[in-house]
């Protein structure tokens, strides 16, 4: 498995993405008759949509690091909960580098193939990078801080590591 395959994710993630694959692989498979030229379109198109977001989680269970957090070396990677600051307002932000909709709603997530996520991936604090938000604007921020998962979150008041 390649750097680039490797997808970080908690075991709360792991744990929810391997009900979800239950649960699309217990649902009947569309039997789709041979004169297939009368059968319901909407019904089709949504067993494709099933098959393929199962050979997403597939894809993302086998290539999944779980629970291991990155080193504490400052450096944003996935797993990592950075902070950082937008140049051009001064205003904040913190986030986990991870995959969207597998983390738990306590922290916000932004995927490492987003364009902020492209932009500051191996970038160390103090480190200013510019990334086009999806308007078109370019928006220059510099990395404050990156500290793994698992210590971001014991730090916070009342927060465990999943």
């Known amino acids: 498995m390649t ?3 490797r997808v970080w994710m908690t075991r709360r993630a792991y744990i929810r993405l391997q009900a979800e694959l239950a649960a699309l692989r217990a649902k009947p498979r569309l039997e789709v008759p041979d004169d297939a030229v009368d059968y319901d379109a909407n019904r089709m198109a949504a067993e494709r949509v ?8 597939e894809h993302m269970l086998a290539n999944a690091v779980v629970g291991e957090d990155p080193p504490d070396d400052g450096v944003a990677e996935p797993g990592m909960v950075v902070t950082i600051r937008y140049d051009d307002t001064g205003d904040t932000e913190t986030f986990l580098l ?3 909709g597998t983390e738990p709603a306590e922290i916000e997530v932004y995927s490492p ?6 932009a500051i991936l191996g970038a160390r604090p103090g480190d200013r990078r510019t990334y086009s938000a999806p308007t078109g604007k370019e928006l220059r921020v510099t990395l404050l801080a990156a500290k793994p998962y ?7 008041a009342g927060r465990l590591p999943a």
Do not use: N, Y
């Open 50 to 57: 099933r098959s393929a977001q199962i050979r997403r989680i």
């Open 3 to 5: 750097s680039t395959d």
């Open 113 to 118: 193939s987003s364009p902020l996520g492209v």
């Open 150 to 156: 698992g210590a971001a979150i014991d730090s916070a």
């Open 98 to 100: 991870g995959i969207r």
